[in-house]
C-alpha cells in the first residue's frame, strides 16, 4: 500500500462536521510545475483564501507522492528533488488549517522527459583529418538508445558507446561538436566542445620534368592557401600552395638518372604540418644525337631517294621522322626512304630521331632539293617573337630580310616538328589550341618565290593559363546503401581540358576522378557535406558545388540537425 493517501481514497481522513464559525478549508488552486533538469523541479499554486472569501488562512501545506520526500511548506513555491527524468510521478498538496482543518490534496502529473545531457565531451588523437571524441554517459535517464555526434550543427554519427572517432575533417579548420543523448523520450540538450584540427602535411608528391624544367606538386588543400618550405638535395626552398619549380641543370647537372630527395612542409597562420619526405628518380632524359644531313638520290618528277647517318641514342633509337616542307610525312624506322614529292619544284627535308620514351632529337641539317636547275643561296632566317593572348591562343610576329638571290615572300611554321601554317599575304599568325603548361618548340621557315626555304628560327614558347573551368553542376546523389553513396554531376567546361574532378568530404580533400560520377564507402550512418569542383592542368580551381546526403544506416527518426545556441565562439587559431 502507498505512504501517501490519493484523493478519493478509502483510507482518506474524513473532515469532521463544522458549526457555521468553522468551514473546511479549499484545496490549493491553479497547481503547476516547471522542471529544472537534470533532477529538480519547482512546484507553486494559489493559497485558498486568495479565491474564496470564507477559507481560513492556510498555516502551511504538505508536499507528497510516490518516489518522493514529502516535505511541509509554509508558502509556496516548494521544490522538488530526486527527480528520474523516465519515471511519471503523481504530486499532492494539500493545505492546512488551524487544527484538524486539512483541505482534498490537489494533484500535479510530472511525465517522463528527455535525457540528461552527457558530460562534457573530451577531445584525443587529434590530428589532420581525424580525432577521437569521448564523454561520462547521460545519467539518471532510464535506457539511453543512442548517442548522436553533431559537427557544427551536422549530424556525423550514431553510437552506443560514449566514444567516437571523427575522421574527413578539415585540416586547419575548428569545429563544435555536441553529443546529444537520445531514448523514446526525445533528445537530451547537447554537451559541447570545440576544437581545431592540425595543419595537414604535403601529400602525394610527384615531380614531373619538362624541357630541363622540373616541377614538384602535392595535392591541394580545400579552400585554404598554406605556404610551403622545404629542400631538395640539402638546398632550402620555399613554395606556393600548389607547387614548387626548378632547373635540373642547377640541381643535377649531367647525365641521368638523376636522384632527388626532398623534406616539405606547409604552413598556414601559426600552424606549422609534420614534415614530409619523397624520394624519386629521373631516368632517361637525354635525347638521341643529331642524325646526318639527307642526301637526296634518283630524283624523278615525283619521287627522291633519301638516305642519312643514324643518330645514336643511351636507350635506343625507335625511328625517324621525315619532314618535307615543314610537313611531317612519315616515320621509319631505317636510315632511307623513298619520297613522295609531289609537283612542288624546291624542297626542303629534314629528319628527326625519337627514342622509345619519346625525346626527340634536334633536326638534321636541312636539305634542299629541285627536280632541275642550279642551285640558288641561301635565304636569311626571319626575325621573330611570340606574344600570349589568352591561355590557349598567342600571336606570332616576323620580320624577313631580302638577303637572298631572291626576296622572301613568305613564311612556313611549323609547332613541335609539324607543319602549322604557311602564309605570304602576312606578317604575323594566331596560334590556336595551345595547351598552357605546355612548352612548345615554333620554327618559321621564310621561303622564297620559288618555294626556297631558309634555315628556321627557333622559338621555345611556355602558354600560361590563369582561368579556371566552369562548376560542374547539378551535384547530385544518384545511389546509396547502408554505407556508401554515388554521386554524379555535369560536366565541367575549360578552354583547354579538365584534368580532374576533386572530391571533398565535409570540406576535406577525400578523393579525384576524370569521370563524372564518383562512389564513396565504408561510410558511417549520418549527414555529409560532399563538395566538388574541377581542376585543369595548370591546377585552375573552379568555384565547388554542394550536396548534402544522409547515410541510414540502422537507426532512422533521428534529427539531422540542430539548432543550438552557445555564446561561445570556435577557436581562433592560435
Same mark, same amino acid.
Given at each position: 500500500m502507498s505512504s501517501y493517501d490519493p484523493p478519493g481514497s478509502p483510507t482518506e481522513k474524513p473532515f469532521n462536521s463544522?458549526?457555521?464559525?468553522?468551514?473546511?478549508?479549499?484545496?490549493?488552486?491553479?497547481?503547476?510545475?516547471?522542471?529544472?533538469?537534470?533532477?529538480?523541479?519547482?512546484?507553486t499554486w494559489d493559497e485558498p483564501y486568495a479565491t474564496c472569501s470564507i477559507c481560513p488562512d492556510a498555516i502551511g501545506y504538505d508536499v507528497y507522492g510516490e518516489g518522493i520526500t514529502t516535505q511541509h511548506v509554509v508558502r509556496p513555491p516548494c521544490e522538488i528533488t530526486g527527480l528520474q527524468t523516465h519515471i511519471e510521478y503523481l504530486v499532492y498538496v494539500t493545505a492546512k488549517a488551524g487544527g484538524d482543518n486539512v483541505s482534498t490534496p490537489s494533484v500535479c502529473h510530472f511525465c517522463k522527459t528527455r535525457p540528461n545531457k552527457p558530460g562534457t565531451p573530451q577531445l584525443s588523437n587529434i590530428t589532420y583529418s581525424s580525432a577521437t571524441l569521448s564523454w561520462t554517459p547521460s545519467t539518471d535517464s532510464g535506457e539511453i538508445k543512442r548517442y548522436g555526434i553533431y559537427l557544427n550543427g551536422f549530424l556525423v554519427g550514431l553510437t552506443k558507446e560514449t566514444r567516437f572517432n571523427l575522421s574527413f575533417l578539415k585540416s586547419s579548420f575548428g569545429f563544435l561538436v555536441q553529443i546529444c543523448a537520445i531514448?523514446?523520450?526525445?533528445?537530451?540538450?547537447?554537451?559541447?566542445?570545440?576544437?581545431?584540427?592540425?595543419l595537414r602535411a604535403p601529400a602525394n608528391l610527384r615531380l614531373r620534368h619538362n624541357a630541363?624544367?622540373?616541377?614538384?606538386?602535392?595535392?591541394?588543400?580545400?579552400?585554404?592557401?598554406?605556404?610551403?618550405e622545404g629542400t631538395v638535395n640539402g638546398k632550402p626552398f620555399t613554395a606556393g600552395p600548389l607547387g614548387y619549380s626548378f632547373s635540373l641543370a642547377e640541381l643535377s647537372p649531367g647525365l641521368a638518372p638523376h636522384h632527388f630527395h626532398f623534406t616539405i612542409l606547409a604552413k598556414l597562420g601559426l600552424q606549422v604540418s609534420e614534415i614530409t619526405t619523397f624520394t624519386t628518380t629521373l631516368d632517361d632524359l637525354v635525347s638521341p644525337t643529331q642524325p646526318g644531313k639527307p642526301v637526296v638520290s634518283d630524283i624523278t618528277h615525283d619521287s627522291a631517294q633519301l638516305t642519312w647517318a643514324p643518330a645514336?641514342?643511351?636507350?635506343? @633509337? !625507335?625511328?625517324?621522322?621525315?619532314?618535307? =616542307?615543314?610537313?611531317?610525312?612519315?616515320?621509319?624506322?631505317?636510315t632511307h626512304c623513298i619520297l613522295r614529292t609531289g609537283p612542288s619544284k624546291y624542297k626542303c627535308v629534314y629528319i628527326r630521331a625519337e627514342d622509345k620514351d619519346g625525346n626527340l632529337s634536334i633536326p638534321s641539317e636541312r636539305t634542299v632539293f629541285r627536280h632541275s636547275g642550279p642551285e640558288d643561296d641561301p635565304l636569311p632566317s626571319p626575325v621573330a617573337a611570340?606574344?600570349?593572348?589568352?591561355?590557349?591562343?598567342?600571336?606570332?610576329?616576323?620580320?624577313?630580310?631580302?638577303?637572298?638571290?631572291?626576296?622572301?615572300?613568305?613564311?612556313?611554321?611549323?609547332?613541335?616538328?609539324?607543319h602549322y601554317e604557311t602564309t605570304m599575304v602576312s606578317n604575323s599568325a594566331l596560334l590556336r589550341n595551345l595547351i598552357p603548361g605546355?612548352?612548345?618548340?615554333?620554327?618559321?621557315?621564310a621561303?622564297?618565290?620559288?618555294?626556297?626555304?631558309?634555315?628556321?628560327?627557333?622559338?621555345?614558347?611556355?602558354?600560361?593559363? @590563369? !582561368?579556371?573551368?566552369?562548376?560542374?553542376? =547539378?551535384?547530385?546523389?544518384?545511389?546509396?546503401?547502408?554505407?556508401?553513396?554515388t554521386l554524379g554531376w555535369d560536366a565541367a567546361e575549360d578552354e583547354t581540358d579538365v584534368l580532374e574532378y576533386?572530391?571533398?568530404?565535409?570540406?576535406?580533400?577525400?578523393?579525384?576522378?576524370?569521370?563524372?560520377?564518383y562512389t564513396a564507402v565504408n561510410l558511417l550512418p549520418g549527414m555529409y557535406t560532399f563538395e566538388v569542383c574541377a581542376m585543369d592542368p595548370l591546377a585552375n580551381v573552379s568555384e565547388t558545388v554542394t550536396v548534402n546526403v544522409i547515410v541510414e544506416g540502422e537507426l532512422t527518426n533521428v534529427p539531422t540537425e540542430l539548432g543550438f545556441n552557445h555564446a561561445t565562439a570556435l577557436p581562433s587559431s592560435k
Amino acid at each position: 500500500m502507498s505512504s501517501y493517501d490519493p484523493p478519493g481514497s478509502p483510507t482518506e481522513k474524513p473532515f469532521n462536521s463544522v458549526s457555521n464559525s468553522e468551514v473546511r478549508i479549499c484545496a490549493p488552486g491553479n497547481i503547476r510545475a516547471q522542471r529544472k533538469p537534470p533532477n529538480t523541479a519547482e512546484l507553486t499554486w494559489d493559497e485558498p483564501y486568495a479565491t474564496c472569501s470564507i477559507c481560513p488562512d492556510a498555516i502551511g501545506y504538505d508536499v507528497y507522492g510516490e518516489g518522493i520526500t514529502t516535505q511541509h511548506v509554509v508558502r509556496p513555491p516548494c521544490e522538488i528533488t530526486g527527480l528520474q527524468t523516465h519515471i511519471e510521478y503523481l504530486v499532492y498538496v494539500t493545505a492546512k488549517a488551524g487544527g484538524d482543518n486539512v483541505s482534498t490534496p490537489s494533484v500535479c502529473h510530472f511525465c517522463k522527459t528527455r535525457p540528461n545531457k552527457p558530460g562534457t565531451p573530451q577531445l584525443s588523437n587529434i590530428t589532420y583529418s581525424s580525432a577521437t571524441l569521448s564523454w561520462t554517459p547521460s545519467t539518471d535517464s532510464g535506457e539511453i538508445k543512442r548517442y548522436g555526434i553533431y559537427l557544427n550543427g551536422f549530424l556525423v554519427g550514431l553510437t552506443k558507446e560514449t566514444r567516437f572517432n571523427l575522421s574527413f575533417l578539415k585540416s586547419s579548420f575548428g569545429f563544435l561538436v555536441q553529443i546529444c543523448a537520445i531514448n523514446e523520450q526525445g533528445v537530451s540538450d547537447p554537451a559541447w566542445a570545440t576544437f581545431r584540427t592540425l595543419l595537414r602535411a604535403p601529400a602525394n608528391l610527384r615531380l614531373r620534368h619538362n624541357a630541363g624544367t622540373c616541377r614538384l606538386t602535392w595535392d591541394p588543400g580545400f579552400a585554404s592557401l598554406p605556404t610551403h618550405e622545404g629542400t631538395v638535395n640539402g638546398k632550402p626552398f620555399t613554395a606556393g600552395p600548389l607547387g614548387y619549380s626548378f632547373s635540373l641543370a642547377e640541381l643535377s647537372p649531367g647525365l641521368a638518372p638523376h636522384h632527388f630527395h626532398f623534406t616539405i612542409l606547409a604552413k598556414l597562420g601559426l600552424q606549422v604540418s609534420e614534415i614530409t619526405t619523397f624520394t624519386t628518380t629521373l631516368d632517361d632524359l637525354v635525347s638521341p644525337t643529331q642524325p646526318g644531313k639527307p642526301v637526296v638520290s634518283d630524283i624523278t618528277h615525283d619521287s627522291a631517294q633519301l638516305t642519312w647517318a643514324p643518330a645514336s641514342d643511351n636507350t635506343g @633509337v !625507335t625511328g625517324y621522322r621525315v619532314v618535307l =616542307n615543314g610537313i611531317r610525312v612519315f616515320t621509319t624506322v631505317n636510315t632511307h626512304c623513298i619520297l613522295r614529292t609531289g609537283p612542288s619544284k624546291y624542297k626542303c627535308v629534314y629528319i628527326r630521331a625519337e627514342d622509345k620514351d619519346g625525346n626527340l632529337s634536334i633536326p638534321s641539317e636541312r636539305t634542299v632539293f629541285r627536280h632541275s636547275g642550279p642551285e640558288d643561296d641561301p635565304l636569311p632566317s626571319p626575325v621573330a617573337a611570340i606574344t600570349a593572348l589568352t591561355p590557349t591562343t598567342a600571336r606570332l610576329e616576323w620580320s624577313l630580310d631580302e638577303g637572298g638571290s631572291l626576296p622572301p615572300v613568305g613564311v612556313m611554321i611549323m609547332l613541335d616538328g609539324s607543319h602549322y601554317e604557311t602564309t605570304m599575304v602576312s606578317n604575323s599568325a594566331l596560334l590556336r589550341n595551345l595547351i598552357p603548361g605546355t612548352e612548345y618548340v615554333i620554327e618559321i621557315f621564310a621561303y622564297d618565290s620559288v618555294g626556297k626555304m631558309s634555315e628556321p628560327t627557333t622559338i621555345y614558347h611556355e602558354q600560361k593559363d @590563369v !582561368t579556371p573551368p566552369s562548376r560542374p553542376e =547539378n551535384l547530385r546523389c544518384i545511389d546509396s546503401s547502408a554505407d556508401s553513396v554515388t554521386l554524379g554531376w555535369d560536366a565541367a567546361e575549360d578552354e583547354t581540358d579538365v584534368l580532374e574532378y576533386v572530391v571533398y568530404n565535409n570540406r576535406e580533400y577525400f578523393d579525384s576522378t576524370t569521370l563524372n560520377t564518383y562512389t564513396a564507402v565504408n561510410l558511417l550512418p549520418g549527414m555529409y557535406t560532399f563538395e566538388v569542383c574541377a581542376m585543369d592542368p595548370l591546377a585552375n580551381v573552379s568555384e565547388t558545388v554542394t550536396v548534402n546526403v544522409i547515410v541510414e544506416g540502422e537507426l532512422t527518426n533521428v534529427p539531422t540537425e540542430l539548432g543550438f545556441n552557445h555564446a561561445t565562439a570556435l577557436p581562433s587559431s592560435k
